[in-house]
């Protein structure tokens, strides 16, 4: 463990051991520089040494109850200049900010002034303002939740026309292409004889494009799931190398035991095929034709040897290399020659899989888009109901987006019960979410054949779609009246009315107009929506306006960051006015260490990936990785940093400074694949991220509610969450090049989306936010949320930095005491750090601590912290409206390397009875007290006060430790 004296020492405790790929040197470097020019500041940190604070996630409550923590630590002389650094996560970065903004202002003239004012003892209208906008929301009340609801809707509004009109060309393209095809109509029903009466009779209008998925599935998917058994098994892989290596007794043994081949049975198909067409074969008396089958035969069969000779045929990359070697040295041996005949079986299989997977794919979706297109065309032509359908349709729909904020709840994280959906949930809300989609894009597709028809009738509709009851009732009348033969009846709308028409088989119909598709209206519609759409992708900046990120970004920044402007004190300004002095750009948030004895801010976020970009940053579970902006740069996942000195000089603008990138991507693969510029020593690349103020970047850090939550992204919640337009996170333009098509694994896909990202940026990455189609750093645009949906505590970065003495305020939501934050710390610490973290047990804090002294009744073991009904030592049964026996706990973190340890403090939210009576009073009326649900930003004075004063006492109750026997173990 490293000396906790007082002396001003280097942030690097141990660099002969530290993880360069987690902690590179220069980022090191550049970190220490500041780290030791602000302890200068600072002066001696007594005998519990210098701090590490990590402020957990969790809104509002987080950030009062860190508050008060802050408050106490204020009053224990230097206690608050000792921290280095200061990590925070969603609601832990709203304190994090208001006390870095706090440090940088200008009436703050020396490092005493900052504890005055968390005391109240200097500018206390600081404190007031927090208090008295603890609804930062809404401050105003029902004034301003008009406003937000306004904004709420107008935004949801215009996400709706942006996407629906991109979809509507879609459709429309669908509508001109089936226009041109229909001349090929007829001709496609005489070969399916069956497709026109099984029209007519059904109770849809079936698309023609019902044909496409059968053909797809025949000619595809059946054929290249029966080519992956005609690949040779692994013996007659072995015999057959045995035979060319010459040991060919037992191998000739071997392959005779099976003398039949496995293409002999697609061989035999093929022809039993050309018989039944050739001889169209009745099935006995019944007059069943076999030549279906015969068809099917020879299709399906054909295209079987076919794509198992173009899969063979394709050579394979290590068979090249064989090959090669082959011509250098003809010296093969046997196991040389078994190790490549079970490569070759085991790559076919795996060719034809992967095939037979896009294949099923394909199939399937255009099997849904039939039935769209099947389900649109059907809504038209009974579209008389169609109001009441659409009625129908917005009702729950707007119920839904008005009901955002209860809906947000489920979308809360952090790993507890009542943050997240459970499994079962999530399958509901699936379900829920495909009827949704399903619907609204049933509806784009009617109105792409209204376009098409001109608004009329379809005359080739099936007549029990096109009539309504009444009008069948009366053709009914008219057929049984009528005289001689009558055929069934068509009715047609001509000039606005019905008229009926009577067709016998010796006379022509009536001269009746009939509408037809018209394709000049479809291509003219399928412009004006290309048109638009176009216009609409061209406006980036709606993809992250027309989210609520901008009104919560506004919101906090003004309550927190505004809470140390001079501007907004007293009488003067309401909160929901904008005013300078607020927001901050992140070149000058860090001050020059040579003022103020600021710690350095670590801003935590996640970045969302859920399909396979190659960043080589995240793992699958995870479906996202971390991000930490600080005063030196960024950090992505363990080993990708950007080195930036954002915090060295705060009249310069790192963007679009020179910067150093690990991995360097001459050598490896790299996210930062920035513009390279010349220079002698490391190479240096051009920081192009975009720039962002302070407000925005806690904002993202907060953005819980959203379309990518991390690990917890699905694709029903996805779809609900954009469709009420709950989208809090934001795509970050990082100015790095796009991740290289060549190493797509599917490159038609890639090339296609590629091209319409390029086209229609904006509605492609809606339509990823919907579909949680999130590609990480693939890309140039990062979706970027809340950094709880990575790592809610905060001690991710600080455990990076093998910091001495770790403090973590979690008081993320955690109803039940499942300490779902810590596991998931401990987990990725020593999954990504090689860091095994310890807590104490009894007997340990028994041994560090008097038993029975305040301080080992505010310090337990982890089992102490949970709340319920306690019989002496042992905890009976949860209860919430039961009590803890302690308040914080203490564990040791072992690195790889030997000799070095951390030690860590873990301070939880947690009631032991001996807190103030106002607090045990709030406590008694609210059971979930001190873990309410992170969905209520809307804190009153009481509950405000709760939280701050609950913080302020654990913290008292901890100080002797900090300040005395904090190096003692």
Known sequence: MGDSGSSIRPVIFDPDRQDERAYPPKLREEEEELVVKRRQIAGDPGPGGWLGVGLSGGGIRSATFGLGVFQRWASSAGLLRRIDYLSTVSGGGYLGSFLGRLWGRNYLKEPGDFEKVLQGEKSPQVLRFLRENGRYMAPNGAGDKLLVGAMVLRNWFSVQVVLSVFLLAFFLLLQVVRIEAGRQWHWVAQVVPWLHPWTVASPLWWSPYVLIPPVIFFLFAFPLGWAYWLIEPAGWAIARASMKSGDSRSSRRRWEASKVPPWAGVLVALVMGIVLVTFDLELGSTGFGLKGLGWFLVVTAGATMLWWLVVLSIPLRKETVSTESATQSDDRTLAEEIDQALYRRLALRNRL?????????????????????????????????????????????????????????????????????????????????????????????????????????????????????????????????????????????????????????????????????????????????????????????????????????????????????????????????????????????????????????????????????????????????????????????????????????????????????????????????????????EPRYVFGGQPLPLGDWVAISGAAFSTGTGAQTSLGISLLAGFANVRLGRWWDS?????????????????????????????????????????????????????????????????????????????????????????????????????????????????????????????????????????????????????????????????????????????KPSLTGDEPEDVLEYHRSHPDFPHESTADQFFDEAQWESYRRLGDHIAEKLLPFLTEKAADW
Request: hydrophobic share 40%; glycine share 8%.
């Open 353 to 681: 899989s992967v095939g037979l997977t896009w294949a099923l794919t394909a199939t399937g979706g255009l099997l849904v888009l039939a039935l769209i297109d099947s389900l649109g065309q059907t809504l038209y032509v009974v579209r008389s109901d169609v109001w009441a359908y659409l009625a129908v349709l917005a009702a729950p729909l707007l119920a839904f987006v008005s009901s955002a904020q209860r809906i947000a709840t489920f979308f809360a994280p952090g790993p507890n019960k009542e943050g997240r959906l459970h499994f079962s949930l999530r399958w509901i809300a699936t379900l829920a979410a495909m009827i949704l989609m399903l619907c609204l894009l049933v509806a784009i597709d009617a109105g792409s054949h209204a376009i098409a028809w001109g608004f009329q009738t379809p005359p080739s509709a099936p007549a029990n779609l096109r009539h309504s009851p009444k009008e069948q009732k009366d053709l009914t009348v008219a057929i049984h009246s009528s005289q001689g033969p009558v055929v069934p009846l068509d009715l047609h709308v001509v000039a606005g009315r019905a008229e009926l028409s009577q067709h016998t088989p010796d006379s022509p119909s009536a001269a009746v107009a009939q509408p037809q598709r018209d394709v000049r209206s479809a291509v003219a519609a399928l412009g004006m929506a290309l048109l638009l759409s176009w216009l609409f992708g061209r406006t980036w900046p709606f993809v992250d306006r027309s989210s609520h990120h901008s009104l919560y970004a506004s919101r906090l920044t003004r309550a927190y960051l505004g809470a140390s402007n001079q501007e907004r004190w007293g009488d003067g300004p309401s909160i929901t006015q904008v005013l300078p002095g607020d927001d901050l750009d992140m070149a000058r948030y860090w001050p020059p260490p040579s003022e103020k004895a600021v710690p350095l801010h670590l801003i935590n976020v996640t970045i969302n990936e859920t399909v396979d970009g190659r960043s080589q940053v995240q793992q699958k579970d995870r479906k996202g990785v971390g991000m930490a902006l600080g005063p030196c740069g960024l950090s992505v996942g363990v080993r990708h940093h950007a080195v930036v000195a954002f915090g060295k000089d705060r009249n310069a603008d790192p963007y679009g400074k020179p910067c150093i990138v690990y991995p360097s991507p001459d050598k490896e693969t790299s996210v930062f694949r920035y513009e390279k510029v010349k220079g002698e020593g």
């Open 735 to 907: 100015g790095v090049s796009p991740m290289p098509r060549d190493i797509r694994s599917f490159r038609l896909g890639a090339w296609t989306e590629n091209l319409l990202s390029y086209a229609f940026p904006v509605q492609i990455c809606l339509l990823d936010e919907f579909l949680a189609r999130f590609p990480g750093t693939a890309r140039k645009h990062w979706y970027l949320s809340d950094g709880g949906h990575f790592e809610n505590l905060g001690g991710y970065e600080l455990i990076r930095r093998r910091l001495p003495l770790i403090v973590i305020v979690d008081a993320e939501q955690d109803t039940d005491y499942e300490f779902g934050g810590l596991a998931n710390l401990i987990r990725k610490a020593r999954l990504d750090f090689g860091a095994e973290i310890e807590l104490l047990g009894g007997s340990e804090l028994d041994e560090l601590l008097e038993k029975g002294s305040e301080l080992r009744r505010c310090i337990g073991s982890i089992e102490e912290l949970r709340r319920g009904l306690w019989e002496g030592e042992t905890l009976k049964a949860a209860d919430r409206a039961g009590l803890s026996r302690a308040h914080v706990a203490l564990a040791r973190v072992n690195y790889r390397s030997p000799g070095w340890c951390s030690r860590l403090i873990y301070i």
